[in-house]
């Protein structure tokens, strides 16, 4: 055992750029076109990955294929981060009229229903008033046979603006807003060894890449730079998880929500509390798991004390 440790680790160390390299994402947005051979994706990138990953002008005059993100997402405080986190209820009412405003108009949330709204301190009256300000088509059809709309009811779900996802696409640049709900576990960027080792640890506890992700989309657009050539109807965002750009135009910008609470109508501020409150609808019960998590830890530790304490005592008159 104490020989296969260490060789464990060091196949780690060899196989993980090549593990990196073959879950890179599939299907860009655009397309990189460099001006000279092996060296024009690189000028795109973050020095820090280049670096990282030892291949900058690849032989033959061939490009190096880019690996996407083309930025890696700063890492930010979150009142959820590690194994005391809570959430900031405020965040995630401004959060939430953050998606209102601006996401409701693309971006669905079809399992969240109204009345989980709830959970942010919202009373019946306002999960009721709430609901009641979008038009929800009808799971089932009137007596004529034909769907009809109505206002909606705290046992709704976020319903999608568009009726179906090809709608969404044909009106959007050719790609369908995904739905909400579950964005923030879904999307999380790749650490690479070994700091999806060091995560685990209780004292880091990283699981927070989705939001960073969301937040770093969000605030991350840029020109493209002269050798990047993007599909038109898409925006240049080297955050994006799955090529240089994506069919979202910006969606926020300084001032255009306002907020009751006297936090800063910026846009920094939008995609933090933005974030925040689709990690809540990804994992509402994510503070209370924490919570069981650290009582079942004590028990444990406590357990473990007692099993040696009795294997003592057990064993105590026996001779070795
Ligand atoms: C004008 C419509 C529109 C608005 C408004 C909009 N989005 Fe999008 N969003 C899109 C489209 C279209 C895509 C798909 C992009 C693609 O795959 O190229 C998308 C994709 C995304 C993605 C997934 C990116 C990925 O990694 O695949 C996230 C996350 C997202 N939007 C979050 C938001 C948030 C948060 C807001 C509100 C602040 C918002 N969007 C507002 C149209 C919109």
């Not at 009808?138 to 090809?166: K, T």
């Not at 640049?173 to 995560?199: Q, T």
């Amino acid at each position: 055992m104490r020989k296969l440790l260490p060789a464990l680790l060091v196949a780690g160390v060899v196989m993980s750029p090549a593990l990196g390299r073959a879950q890179e994402p599939a299907a860009p947005a655009g397309q990189i076109v460099g001006d000279a051979p092996g060296e024009a994706p690189d000028a795109t990138r973050g020095t820090e990955q280049a670096v990282a990953e030892g291949h900058g002008g690849e032989a033959g005059g061939e490009h190096a294929t880019p690996h996407y993100p083309l930025k890696k997402p700063a890492e930010l405080s979150w009142t959820f981060a590690g194994p005391f986190g809570h959430w900031d209820l405020g965040q995630l009412q401004r959060g939430l009229k953050v998606y209102k405003e601006v996401c409701s108009n693309c971006h669905s949330m079809n399992l969240v229903s109204f009345r989980n709204f709830s959970a942010l301190g919202y009373s019946d009256e306002q999960v009721r008033a709430l609901a009641a300000e979008y038009q929800i088509t009808d799971p089932a059809p009137n007596a004529q046979g034909e769907m009809f709309q109505r206002a909606g009811i705290p046992s709704d779900r976020l319903p999608s603006p568009y009726p179906n996802p090809e709608a969404a696409a044909a009106a959007l640049g050719g790609a369908h807003p995904p739905d909400l709900s579950l964005i923030a576990k879904a999307r999380s960027v790749e650490r690479g060894f070994p700091r999806f080792l060091l995560d685990i640890f209780p004292w880091s506890q990283y699981a927070e890449g989705g939001p960073d992700y969301i937040h770093a989309l969000l605030t991350g657009y840029e020109q493209a730079p002269a050798n990047v050539t993007i599909q038109p109807g898409t925006y240049y965002n080297p955050h994006f998880i799955s090529g240089p750009a994506l069919a979202m135009a910006p969606p926020l910008s300084d001032g255009q929500v306002t907020y009751d609470d006297g936090a800063p109508a910026t846009m920094e501020q939008y995609s933090r509390d933005v974030s925040a409150f689709l990690m809540w609808t990804a994992e509402p019960h994510l503070v209370e798991r924490k919570a069981t998590g650290f009582v079942v830890m004590i028990f444990l530790i406590g357990f473990a004390i007692m099993l040696y304490l009795v294997k003592r005592r057990v064993w105590a008159d026996t001779p070795h």
